[in-house]
């Protein structure tokens, strides 16, 4: 196998130009989970552009750790940036511990805690037009669900109903957007096709739309308790309060990417689920001993095991982030491979969630692989990052999921209409589509 550095290989099949654009568009995954076969750290193109794809877990651990070195970047990390604005998901290393302990105050578990009323609140409404016997699709349902909680969370004003429906609109573009644009070599994403043009317009006006949001806040100088409000006090190590610019671009973050995330993950789990009927009869056996059929809170949680085992398989299965990009800003050396500064890195939890060698059994729906008793590889599981750059969100979108996965079953039982695996759309997220479940009303009887 011929190598360009000593210790990495080079994945087979680019072409000229476009190099390995073709499976990155049409069959991502199945071309990821090939690379471990050539290798610990494959070489693959971009184009006329190469990436390093990281394929052990002890060394993508390594990645993650050392965030000075392996630092936010590479083509992915790029469009999340200019999607989002430099935020905390994708702000360098210098930027990065300030924009953290800004924004660590409204992920304290006291706040959680009072998410968590809302979240109750929220999952009341969210089964309100189920009756027995429909047919629902899950995916538009948990979309709404998730974004109407996730904005509430960020802001409660009226004002900022507009935004929250506009950025709504625009985030299946948005998001298809940053992996196509990724993928494509630079001069291809440059030009005015149609995909390009509706990621630019979907981006403008999201952004324009929490610009605005912003702005009302300001005038109205009211605190509304909501994360907004809370960035709008915060002052830096410097005793200087954040600009419009940084938190537009967190604002932007934790709505965008939590939205999708958190729907993406209640959809693949309600679909496992109704693969897995056993699996379900169980949760229910749960759900009705901690809650009978009312709606989950904050104080169930610590009962609610089985429900967070199966969110924590999805996961697994389904990791909502399941490709991303690093670069080294320094010489670095990785296993036995000496790497240049500026090489972009890949690291995909769901080429480390499917490699048998560190998680057996990885097609198998296994909540139970997560019990406290079960040994696993370090780093062979990381639906939500690592190191320092560990998603700021994770405690947030475990609670939320829990919580409305838990409630679910307890009062409707869960089955297939079509047996098929859904279509999997892979962009930012593992998106799933025509998931169709047909939902069966439980007795209802006094708590």
């Known amino acids: 196998m011929a190598t360009d550095h000593e210790g990495i290989a080079q994945a087979p099949g680019a072409l000229p130009i476009v190099g ?22 494959v070489q693959i193109r971009l184009g006329t552009q190469t990436a390093v794809v990281v394929c052990r877990p002890e060394l993508v651990q390594e990645v993650l750790l050392h965030d000075r070195t392996y630092d936010k970047g590479g ?47 929220k999952i009341d409404t969210l089964t309100i037009g189920w009756s027995d016997g429909r047919t629902v699709d899950v995916a538009a349902q948990m979309y ?13 004003a009226e004002a900022a109903r507009p935004a929250i429906d506009t950025v709504k609109e625009c985030l299946p573009d948005i998001f298809r957007g940053i992996y196509q644009q ?22 403008n006006r999201a952004w324009a739309a929490v610009s605005k949001t912003i702005s009302l806040y300001r005038q109205d100088d009211e605190t509304h308790g909501d994360v907004l409000s ?4 915060t002052q830096d190590d410097a005793g200087e309060v954040l600009g419009d610019a940084e938190i537009h671009a967190q604002i932007m973050t934790l709505l965008v990417a939590g939205i999708e995330s958190t729907a993406v993950a209640l959809t693949w789990a309600v679909h496992l689920l109704c693969q897995n009927p056993d699996v379900q009869e169980r949760l229910r056996t ?58 972009t890195l890949i690291y995909s939890p769901y080429l480390m ?25 370090r780093g062979a599981f990381i639906p939500f990052g690592g190191g320092a750059r560990k998603c700021i969100g994770d405690n947030y979108a475990m609670t939320l999921a829990t919580l409305a996965l838990s409630t679910i079953v307890a009062q409707w ?34 708590d």
């Open 182 to 203: 990724a993928v494509l070599p630079p001069w291809l994403s440059r030009l005015p096709l149609p995909p390009n043009l509706r990621y630019e317009r979907a981006r």
């Open 353 to 377: 969630h499917h490699d048998a060698r560190f998680n057996p059994r990885p097609s198998s729906f296994d909540p139970d692989r997560w019990l406290p008793e079960q040994e696993h590889v």
């Open 286 to 343: 749960e759900t009705a001993e901690v809650l009978g059929t009312r709606t989950a809170t904050w104080d169930d949680l610590p009962r609610l095991d089985l429900a967070r085992r199966v969110i924590t398989e999805t996961l697994r299965i389904y990791p909502p982030g399941w490709i991303l990009t690093r670069t080294t800003a320094t010489e670095a050396r990785l296993a036995d491979a000496v790497i240049p500064p500026e090489t």
């Open 230 to 233: 809370m960035l709008l006090k």
């Open 20 to 41: 390995h654009l073709f499976p990155l568009l049409r069959d991502p995954l199945r071309f990821l989970n090939t690379l471990p076969s050539y290798g610990d750290l």
């Open 75 to 121: 083509p992915i990390i790029e469009r999340i940036g200019n999607a989002l604005g430099d935020g905390v998901a994708s702000c360098p290393h210098s930027a990065h511990r300030r924009q953290r302990r800004s924004l660590q105050p409204a992920f304290s578990r006291a706040c959680l805690r009072e998410y968590a009323a809302l979240m109750t609140e």
């Open 413 to 446: 039982r869960l089955s297939s209409v079509d047996h098929q695996l859904p279509h999997i759309e892979p962009r930012m997220t593992l998106t799933p589509h025509g998931v169709q479940v047909r939902v069966e009303c439980l007795q209802r009887v006094p």
């Open 144 to 156: 709404n669900f998730a974004s109407d909680t996730i904005s509430r969370t960020l802001f409660t």
